[in-house]
């Protein structure tokens, strides 16, 4: 074969296997989304089955306690493991543990039965990451390329989660390193997340494009600016009270399976106070803010609260669709005061806040175009850029490192010593 072919064939035959790698990716996530809808309906209709939530949260941290293992570490593992090759510089293959599908599949299905405030993207990712590390496993493939097939199953989780193929490939090439894209698997990961998206909507789920109009002027663009600034402001909130009370959990409560009993108990006493409306994904809120009906201000700020506590206390489950509602709620409280399109606020903050708080603002932006339309390229670019520059380095996903600073000073030149 000649030499210049083996780089194009290599590539070709790369992108074919994560096309494959985007099957499995869309059909899990198509799966957990069936199962997790029939999960939030029932509890709609059975008001008890609240109550349940410190048993079924003892049993989860029992589960991943005992038997999870590496599982355990959640979406950091797969972040980690598609990294290369590891800390000691060795070649070695990445592996993500086959229990850790049915774990996060089971557990994310209970405790959003009993109302726990997690999300479902973050388990859509592990199952992703599970099934493909798995399935390849036996055809012995060289590590860079098992990583490669990891970044694509991301991708196509994250597309096939939300219909946003584009936004999926980039999420996953952006989410490793911050300030950073792995532009090496850019076509493995489009691959793999258009491929997604085409099986979760043949099986029958679509996102609908929520097209909003747009009128931008200099004014609005400022007012975004501050959009901008407090949707960074919240996704430093959520990190800080997250990393906050899971150090605090760890250290006070010693054996692991009790710390999520004592988020479900204490879920249970805000839902006395505060009601029921911040149990679950909570997605009227996100409907209702995107319809242009006014948040009030403490939507976004109880939404951190609900969730914190359950994913901080080990509650497993994901952060993405909190994320959003926080930024739904709290971009449609701004609207007003600001003079601002209430649906436009919404939508530009809704992708903002999670950006902000993975580290991945390229990706959110993109989401924003392909979920409500081009008209919020501008918008979206600008609050999701703001956010993700007053948000603090490390983001909610531990596995995720550093790759470039978000301070300018640390990459100006610096002067000679005279």
């Not at 800390?87 to 959003?112: C, L, N, W």
């Not at 931008?216 to 600034?229: E, M, R, S, T, W």
Request: aromatic share 6%; with cysteine.
């Amino acid at each position: 074969m000649p030499p210049a072919l083996r780089a194009p064939l290599h590539l070709i035959g790369i992108t074919a296997l994560a096309v494959m790698v985007g099957a499995v990716s869309g059909l899990g996530s198509w799966a957990l989304f069936e199962a997790l809808d029939a999960a939030t309906s029932t509890r709609l209709d059975a008001d008890w089955l609240v109550w349940p939530l410190p048993v079924a949260a003892f049993a989860l941290g029992a589960a991943y306690h005992y038997v999870g293992a590496d599982a355990n570490k959640g979406t950091s593992l797969v972040i980690t493991e598609s990294l290369a090759p590891s800390d000691d510089g060795t070649e070695r293959a990445p592996h993500v543990p086959a229990r850790m599908a049915p774990m996060i599949f089971s557990a994310t299905y209970i405790a959003q039965l009993t109302g726990a405030s997690v999300g479902r993207e973050g388990a859509a990712l592990q199952v992703a990451g599970s099934m493909v590390s798995t399935l390849l496993k036996p055809f012995r493939l060289p590590a860079h390329e098992l990583r490669l097939m990891l970044i694509a199953a991301m991708a196509g989780a994250f597309g096939g989660a939300f219909g946003v193929p584009v936004a999926g490939a980039i999420f996953a090439l952006e989410v490793q390193r911050t300030g950073r894209i792995r532009y090496e698997a850019l076509a493995p990961a489009l691959a793999a997340s258009v491929t997604a998206d085409y099986v979760v909507e043949g099986l029958g789920r679509s996102t609908p494009i929520i097209a909003l109009p747009v009128d931008l002027d200099v004014a609005v663009v400022l007012k975004l600016v501050v959009v901008g600034v407090l949707a960074g402001l919240a996704a430093r909130a959520f990190i800080v009270s997250l990393h906050a009370i899971k150090s605090a959990s760890r250290r006070l409560v010693v054996w692991a399976p009790a710390r999520p009993v004592i988020g479900a108990v204490t879920t249970l006493a805000l839902m006395g106070l505060f009601g029921r409306d911040y149990l679950g994904l909570s997605l009227p809120l996100v409907d209702s803010a995107l319809s242009g009906i006014a948040a009030d201000w403490w939507e976004p700020v109880l939404k951190i609260v609900f969730t914190v506590v359950a994913l901080g206390s080990g509650i497993p489950g994901g952060e993405v669709t909190p994320l959003f509602v926080v930024g739904a709620t709290l971009g449609s409280t701004l609207a007003e005061p600001l003079s601002l399109d209430p649906r436009l606020a919404a939508a530009a903050t809704l992708a903002a806040v999670f950006g902000a708080a993975s580290n991945t603002p390229i990706a959110c932006a993109i989401l924003a175009v392909e979920l409500f339309g081009g008209g919020l390229a501008v918008p979206a670019a600008v609050v999701c850029i703001v956010a993700y520059a007053v948000s603090p380095e490390r983001g909610i996903y531990d596995g995720q490192r550093t790759g470039a600073t978000k301070d300018l000073r640390a990459s100006a030149p610096r002067r000679p010593r005279s």
